[in-house]
Antibody, heavy 124, light 109 residues
Framework: EVQLVESGGGLVQPGGSLRLSCAAS????????MHWVRQSPGKGLEWVSG????????GYAESVKGRFTISRDNGKNSLYMQMNSLRVEDTAFYYC?????????????????WGQGTLVTVSS | QSVLTQPPSASGTPGQRVTISCSGS????????VYWYQQLPGTAPKLLVY???QRPSGVPDRFSGSKSGTSASLAIGGLRSEDEADYYC???????????FGGGTKLTV
């Protein structure tokens, strides 16, 4: 059974940094692309970033480009998101999601498993 | 506002059929597959329909997806109280070079 467990969320001041982690199990982690998707409380879903199976291809939403950095460690079955220069509007639940294929940009594949999310609150 | 347009709400009575629309453009729905997710309160999204009209195993055939041009639809037949949830469409967008979601539709039964 696929399991994705996010951690690292919390309260941070505007301009601060946070590092999210996602521990994966139940599947061959290095065979699949991974994503971060966020959801502000009471709002809709927003794709944040994706990374290919080998880390060689990466993409970001315009709203986080230059501030967030996605990475993965296939040896540790883990996905990460380094979040810098945080803004109030970054407040959201951050979900780790598994892609059903190798490349995060493959439209023939999709988000087939999700974690339960970790809450990031940016406030002074 | 979202790149993909969904009605913010929809409603129906038990047993009825309801349809939720998702409107986009040639850079997203017009070119790529559409996927639908169901999000029950307080839980993570769950895949309902993939590649426009395919259902994962375990999803009842009451749920069906379709796509025409730059729009897609999710139909839910034989409504049940447990169908009360938020529903989201998503696809790849060429112009934004990223995944885009609809704003979500809150279904009330």
């Amino acid at each position: 059974e696929v399991q994705l467990v996010e951690s690292g969320g919390g309260l941070v001041q505007p301009g601060g940094s946070l590092r999210l982690s996602c521990a994966a199990s139940g599947f061959s982690f290095d065979d699949f692309a991974m994503h971060w998707v966020r959801q502000s409380p009471g709002k809709g879903l927003e794709w944040v970033s994706g990374i290919s199976f080998n880390g060689g291809s990466i993409g970001y939403a315009e709203s986080v480009k230059g501030r967030f950095t996605i990475s993965r460690d296939n040896g540790k079955n883990s996905l990460y998101m380094q979040m810098n220069s945080l803004r109030v509007e970054d407040t959201a639940f951050y979900y780790c999601a598994k892609h059903s294929g190798e490349w995060y940009s493959s439209s023939a594949d999709f988000f087939d498993s999700w974690g339960q999310g970790t809450l990031v609150t940016v406030s002074s | 506002q979202s790149v993909l347009t969904q009605p913010p709400s929809a409603s129906g009575t038990p047993g009825q059929r309801v349809t939720i629309s998702c409107s986009g453009s040639t850079s997203n729905i017009g070119t790529y597959y559409v996927y639908w997710y169901q999000q029950l309160p307080g839980t993570a999204p769950k895949l309902l329909v993939y590649r426009n009209n395919q259902r994962p195993s375990g999803v009842p055939d009451r749920f069906s997806g379709s796509k025409s041009g730059t729009s897609a639809s999710l139909a839910i037949g034989g409504l049940r109280s447990e169908d009360e949830a938020d529903y989201y469409c998503t696809t790849w967008d060429d112009s934004l070079t990223g995944w885009v979601f609809g704003g979500g539709t809150k279904l009330t039964v």
